[in-house]
């Protein structure tokens, strides 16, 4: 018998689950922050200024952006793509490189948008750095509004 661990598609499994017991009275359902132990080498990302650097696991770096973004972007009540890419869009509103891109946040806040011409041609080092920029508008626009 394989480990559970080894299957794709758990987190979507866990995520539709808990949307779909969502107002359930016989299920209580609630949000945990969890450590995950990857066969992967140490990566450095770094966040913030070029000279603060944090070396994490890319998986378990991910996880956390996941949850955290979802949050900040108040997607967790959302089911489909289509409601989350919306929702998306309206956060972006009439910011053109917010809105180009979204795209690169497709894994990270499980959506679809279609790859921006402008990054076609860059490599994925670059798309990183680019959606870490995006990332950090979105950010800033949401906790501007509020």
């Given at each position: ?44 990302v770094r966040l913030g200024p070029p000279s603060t650097q ?23 009540g959302l089911v489909t793509v289509q409601e989350k890419e ?53 950010l800033r626009r949401i906790w501007t509004e509020k």
């Amino acid at each position: 018998m394989r480990n559970i661990c080894t299957f794709p598609g758990k987190s979507r499994l866990l995520s539709a689950f808990i949307q779909e017991s969502d107002g359930m009275e016989e299920i209580v359902t609630f949000s945990l922050t969890m450590t995950m132990i990857l066969k992967e080498p140490l990566t450095a990302v770094r966040l913030g200024p070029p000279s603060t650097q944090y070396q994490v696991q890319s998986g378990s770096f991910l996880v956390l952006l996941r949850s955290l973004l979802y949050q900040a972007c108040e997607l967790e009540g959302l089911v489909t793509v289509q409601e989350k890419e919306e929702h998306l869009r309206q956060v972006a509103g009439d910011d053109a490189d917010l809105m180009s891109g979204l795209c690169l946040l497709n894994e990270t806040l499980d959506v679809k948008f279609p790859l921006h011409p402008k990054y076609q041609t860059v490599n994925m080092t670059t798309r990183h750095l680019y959606a870490q920029h995006i990332i950090a508008n979105l950010l800033r626009r949401i906790w501007t509004e509020k």
